[in-house]
């Protein structure tokens, strides 16, 4: 896991050997520390380099490590570190790759860095909860002043090689060969004293008004972390190192790593940091998997519909080198959508330094011009009868093995399957807006989906940097499912006393970067207000009386309805849950024409208000939301909570630091959410979401076991069924 060798005459050469990015496991740190105690002691070397084998430096702790005690075997990383720190012959890191988390704090024990330009180094540790605990916190701020520290520490940010010599984190950057470099440069200083090397020793270089950046730091930290508490650990461990001797510093840094190590939130963290993983390796209800199942190359796409979806889609498909064709049948539409696609790419250019990508795309009003590509992402208005009409189109136009792809987000996907000659060749490819910004796509199969199909659009959501998560067809999918229990919760809490703002508030607090109500001003409330009325839903008026707030003998809230009769559709109105300055801003304030709204709204329903507590819309929004997800998990439309859990991070703003609904309810104890169902259940019979799914009790049953172990329970109630 270590390898040791003399090279040029003098040099300790310390090769970290542990695949894929030589994470610090505990064999690692005891091969270091026997290698590092051979060339202190062996008096042929005068200077010693540590690399990492494969182009990689280190990639920091194991963090499976973390979940067990097998951390506590092998060497503590802070002695380590220090020993090497503390040598009386220089040691020199050679970065190539990454050094990233205990790797980059390895790097900052050593005298010398030396990164290759195509080297990224970071402190991603608050990413998965925690801070950087050995010794990073206390060196990276001595090394490279304050404001930058933090900057790095509390967003986990990864920096190039060039930014880092230029914040004088590496001593140089090479080109070519760094551990060749590395060996000359550790030659050139063998024998200089290292007394101005070892970072430790160092004052923080002084900041004028440290009192005022650091309040400044807080408050934005704390506006931006939604209640994650590692963030602000990460600035009160730089405050440490800023205004504390080292050794105390230290002390410092390790109360707030233990604090945050036995936080759940770190937990929750490392839980999304392998669910991410886990969603990688699909299956289907089939038996197909993602190790079975090979895709084939898709060289030329097609976008249909270039309104707020297909500009983002053909965006994000042009940024993968694709060739496009961007069709849209109406003129005004079709212009705007040229200009609006162009400025998006030059935007992503901008932002990622990358070459526009202009050419790549071919615009037109016909369907015709699809003949010959690869693959289609359908992206017309959401209407059943349309969608079919496009499909039957798309399978008589385009060659023969074309996939067909919908974006649609609640239509039945089979339904449009069976509209084309080879069905096999649909599937849903939900993404979700902004297209080209927002990281998850919910990759749909229906029961005639080809494995290899899915196996292309996964492959392809991966080219397009988005986290895709395969999962089955039902309305709404796994993200709009359960979401509809959730904001039916939210109406229904309106109704009985709440307000938008309290609610909101709730749900923000809690972690959710926006509340349900602004979530809904923001999406437009007559987008769901067209499908009800479809639906055959709304009565005009919204009626009176017990009777009018239910159908098919469930309970209905008709105020988003009556919300939208007064042309309140929302931000781009101007007036919506909240108002707004003008149609299309932003900065959502209390209207005070909602409370005599609701006011007269519960008198002609006979209803009467009541104080709800926060704890009351927590309980009722999420609880029914993961009541949904374990339905979800029961019918085989997820292959397991993580899927569930990786679709609300990464699409609909759940906190990370909480894990995802599946992996809340297990933080809070699935008896404790049974029992509360139950009540809500009992008080409201005309609420069947609120009816404990048979899942749940039987996890519960089976003594709750933790979130990894589900799907056995899963596969026992599916075979039972
Ligand atoms: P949109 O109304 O902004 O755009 C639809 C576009 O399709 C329009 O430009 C229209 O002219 C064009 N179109 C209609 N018929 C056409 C045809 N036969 N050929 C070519 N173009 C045609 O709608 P939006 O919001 O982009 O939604 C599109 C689809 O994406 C819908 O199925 C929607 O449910 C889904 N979706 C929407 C999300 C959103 O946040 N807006 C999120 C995820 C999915």
């Not at 090979?294 to 940024?319: C, F, S, W």
């Not at 309106?494 to 809690?510: C, R, S, V, W």
């Not at 209905?556 to 919300?563: A, E, I, K, Q, V």
């Not at 404990?692 to 056995?712: F, Q, T, Y």
Request: proline residues 5%; charged residues 20%; contains cysteine.
């Amino acid at each position: 896991m270590t390898q040791y060798s003399r090279v040029s005459g003098s040099v300790g050469l310390i090769t970290l050997k542990n695949p894929p990015v030589n994470q610090l496991s505990a064999v690692v740190r005891h091969g270091i520390v026997d290698t590092v105690q051979k060339a202190l002691s062996d008096p042929k070397v005068k200077s010693v380099v540590i690399c990492g084998q494969n182009g990689m430096f280190c990639g920091g702790a194991d963090i499976k490590e973390f979940q067990t005690l097998a951390n506590m075997r092998g060497p503590p990383l802070i002695p380590m570190i220090h020993s090497i720190e503390a040598a009386d012959k220089p040691v020199v890191a050679a970065i190539e790759g990454g050094a990233f988390g205990g790797g980059l704090e390895l790097a900052l024990g050593c005298h010398y860095r030396i990164a290759h330009s195509k080297a990224k180094v970071g402190l991603p540790e608050v990413t998965l909860g925690l801070l950087p605990a050995a010794g990073g916190s206390q060196r990276l701020p001595r090394l490279i002043g304050v404001p930058a520290a933090l900057s790095l520490i509390t967003t986990g940010r990864h920096i190039t090689a060039a930014e880092a010599l230029q914040l004088g984190l590496v001593d140089q950057v090479a080109d070519h060969n760094t551990v060749d470099a590395a060996v000359k440069f550790a030659l050139s200083v063998a024998g200089q004293s290292l007394d101005a090397r070892r970072i430790s020793n160092f004052q923080c270089p002084p900041v004028p008004n440290m009192d005022a950046l650091f309040e400044d730091v807080m408050q934005k930290v704390r506006t931006t972390a939604r209640g994650a508490i590692a963030p602000i650990a990460c600035v009160q461990a730089v405050r440490a190192a800023a205004t504390l001797p080292y050794t105390q510093g230290m002390q410092r840094e390790k109360e707030l790593m233990a604090t945050l190590f036995t936080s759940g939130q770190a937990r929750a963290l490392q839980y999304c940091f392998f669910a991410q993983r886990v969603v990688g390796r699909w299956s289907m209800p089939s038996g197909a998997r993602w190790d079975t199942s090979k895709g084939r190359p898709i060289h030329k796409a097609a976008v249909i519909g270039l309104g707020t979806m297909g500009r983002g889609i053909t965006v994000a498909l042009a940024q993968t080198g694709l060739s496009v064709v961007a069709v849209e049948t109406q003129e005004k539409q079709f212009m705007e959508a040229k200009k609006a696609v162009s400025n998006m790419l030059e935007r992503g250019a901008k932002r990622s330094g990358k070459p526009l990508a202009h050419g790549k795309i071919t615009y037109s009003q016909s369907l015709q011009a699809v003949a010959d590509v690869d693959l289609v992402i359908e992206a017309v208005f959401e209407d059943m009868g349309l969608k079919k009409k496009v499909f039957q189109q798309l399978s008589a136009v385009c060659k023969p093995g074309t996939f067909l792809c919908t974006n649609t987000s609640t239509l039945d996907v089979d339904e449009l399957a069976s509209q084309t000659h080879q069905p096999e060749l649909v599937v849903g490819m939900h993404f979700f807006a902004p297209a080209h910004i927002m990281k998850l796509l919910e990759v749909v199969y229906g029961p005639r989906s080809s494995p290899e199909l899915v196996a292309v659009v996964m492959e392809l959501g991966k080219k397009m940097g988005k986290v895709s998560v395969a999962v089955g067809n039902c309305r709404g999918f796994v993200g709009n499912r359960m979401l509809k229990p959730y904001r039916d919760q939210a109406y229904f809490l309106l109704e009985e006393g709440a307000t938008p703002q309290l609610i909101d508030q709730a749900l923000e607090e809690f972690g959710f970067a926006m509340g349900a109500f602004k979530v809904s001003d923001l999406s437009g409330l007559d987008v769901g207000w067209k499908v009800r009325k479809e639906e055959g839903l709304v009565q005009p008026g919204g009626g009176s009386g017990k009777s009018a707030r239910i159908r098919n003998g469930v309970r209905y809230s008709p105020l988003g309805d009556l919300m939208c009769e007064q042309g309140r559709f929302g931000q781009k109105t101007g007036r919506g849950w909240y108002q707004y300055d003008k149609p299309g801003s932003r900065d959502a304030r209390p209207d005070p024409w909602m409370h005599s709204f609701l006011e007269e709204y519960r008198a002609r329903h006979g209803l009467v208000a009541r104080r709800i507590s926060n704890q009351e819309v927590l309980e009722r929004c999420l609880y029914a939301m993961i009541n949904e997800g374990f339905r979800v998990l029961e019918d085989g439309i997820a292959a397991g909570p993580e899927d569930i859990d990786i679709i609300y991070v990464f699409g609909y703003g759940w906190p990370r630091h909480r894990g995802g609904p599946m992996f809340y309810a297990n933080m809070v104890g699935l008896e404790i959410v049974l029992e509360r169902l139950e009540h809500y259940a009992q008080a409201n019979p005309d609420m069947p979401t609120l009816q404990p799914c048979s899942l749940l009790r039987k996890l519960v049953a089976s003594g709750s076991p933790p979130v990894n172990k589900w799907k056995e329970v899963i596969k026992n109630v599916r075979s039972q069924l």
